[in-house]
């Protein structure tokens, strides 16, 4: 069986497509796409030089791959964005953990939950004091002394 020219150019973009799925990383599908541009261009008649079928695949799926796959990208694959009024995704903030090295010019560790993290505060704690997490930025946290309520404030209440 002797198939036309154009459709070769049509199986190998049909495949390129389909491959995608199989692959997932938004490149294969513009290869494909030009496969079945220059097909679908075979077929009408517009390009009959073999130059020209590979010069306008390699063009094609080029400039698809570098303008419409950041478009794309970004659309079907999503970007994690901070929501508002949300500082911390991980549930930090306003816990409190326990000093475990004195903080030497305003750094230190504390731990938390049973891990230990490095920490940035303002004021001298010692190991064994209690403090509340303020802010939480990759592996440092910000911390402050956890408020101490003395008998004289619930006496008040």
């Known amino acids: 069986m002797d198939l036309p020219e154009y459709s070769y150019w049509i199986i190998a973009g049909l495949a390129l497509v389909i491959a995608e799925f199989a692959i997932s990383g938004l490149v294969v599908i513009f290869f494909g796409i030009a496969a079945l541009l220059v097909g679908s261009l075979k077929f009408i008649g517009l390009l ?3 130059t020209w079928e590979l010069t306008v695949f390699a063009i094609t799926s080029l400039l698809s791959l570098v303008f419409v796959r ?10 994690e964005q901070q929501r508002e009024g949300e500082e911390d995704s991980a549930g930090l903030i306003g816990h409190r953990a326990t000093v475990a090295e004195t903080f030497a010019k305003g750094t230190g560790t504390v731990n938390y939950r049973g891990a230990r993290w490095q920490a ?15 802010q939480h930025e990759g592996l440092w946290l910000t911390v402050e002394p956890w408020p101490v309520i003395s008998p004289q404030d619930t006496q008040k209440n």
């Open 70 to 79: 950041r478009v794309l990208n970004d659309k079907l694959m999503g970007r």
């Open 48 to 50: 009959d030089d073999t």
């Open 120 to 134: 940035q505060c303002s004021h001298p704690l010692n190991p064994g004091d209690i403090v509340r997490i303020t």
